[in-house]
């Protein structure tokens, strides 16, 4: 024997997996044999954009401005940087860049258009995101959002928003809406 007497053989430790090996080796066994039956892939966690907007009494008082033509500002804070939002008249900014704005249908009803280039510029930031949901949502007349936001890029169908920009211009029409401003008096 070659161990020396009166000392007991020491035992080899199992080495074993780390981390990273395991989630290679499950990275593999997925690429070649796909989930196991009774694996399941976590559900894609849905977040539901604009809802801490539009309860908000800034906001809410953002959008009766914005209906009545009026001027309002309140500021946001994003990452520890501070945006403000605003509305004059026909236009609502973020961070000073006009993001929607309305031109006139007819008496009751003005058509909201949507800043594709501003709106492009800001997709990273959280509160411009749940920001343009708001807006659309604040409005129950439009429905539902013509665009969707997926990996920090906003979508319209398969296309980002700046795919059509060239040939269609920057502004995205999302429809007519009620507004209250004061009418005219009509000749009697």
């Known amino acids: 024997m070659s161990a020396t007497p009166g000392k007991t053989p020491k035992k080899e430790k199992v080495k074993k997996q780390t981390p ?8 593999y066994n997925h690429m070649m044999y796909g989930p196991t039956p009774g694996e399941m892939r976590p559900a894609a966690k849905k977040i539901n954009y604009g809802a801490s907007y ?9 959008m009766a401005a914005f209906k009545k033509g009026t001027a309002f500002k309140f500021d946001v804070t994003d990452k520890g940087k501070i945006y403000s939002i605003s509305t004059e008249e026909s236009h609502i900014a973020f961070d000073g860049k006009i993001i929607y704005y309305s031109r006139p249908s007819n008496r009751h009803e003005d058509h909201l258009l949507l800043d594709r280039a501003s709106i492009i510029q800001y997709q990273a930031t959280d509160a411009l995101v749940h920001l343009a949901f708001a807006i659309i949502r604040s409005f129950p007349e439009l429905g539902a959002p013509p665009f969707y936001y997926l990996n920090h890029q906003f979508y319209i169908g398969t296309e980002t928003l700046e795919t059509g920009m060239a040939e269609q211009g920057p502004n995205l029409l999302i429809g007519a809406y009620k507004h209250n401003k004061a009418h005219e ?4």
């Open 20 to 27: 990273e090996e395991r989630l290679e080796a499950m990275r």
């Open 185 to 188: 008096k009509s000749k009697k």
């Open 54 to 62: 539009l309860s908000h009494p800034k906001f809410q008082s953002l």
